[in-house]
């Protein structure tokens, strides 16, 4: 029940990789109040969520790895771990 964003590309394939679009990060950061967690759900997809929406850092990286073992293709997994994203330094963390 948390809010979170899907960020791609227009084809939703390989769009993953749409974090490295120049500002693009950035720009859907600010869509909410506060830091965020990026989690790159799959080779075709990232997930944004809300660091106050979001469970515990350690229910978080249960979820993805349980995610991952049963529902990601193990060719399409990019991790197991959220990433953390401090909006005051404009930096993507572990």
């Known amino acids: ?18 974090i490295l679009y120049e500002g693009l990060l950035e720009q859907c950061v600010r869509k909410f ?9 799959s080779v075709h997809e990232t997930i944004i969520v809300a660091e106050s929406e979001a469970p515990g850092r350690e229910e978080l990286g249960s979820m993805i790895e349980e995610i991952n073992e049963t529902q990601v293709e193990a060719e399409e997994v ?12 404009g930096k993507l963390a572990l």
């Open 78 to 89: 990019l991790s197991d771990r959220a990433y953390y994203y401090d909006r005051e330094s």
């Open 1 to 18: 029940d948390m809010p979170l964003y899907v960020l791609t590309n227009t084809r939703g394939f390989y769009g993953a990789a749409a």
């Open 33 to 41: 109040p506060g830091d965020v967690f990026v989690i790159p759900s």
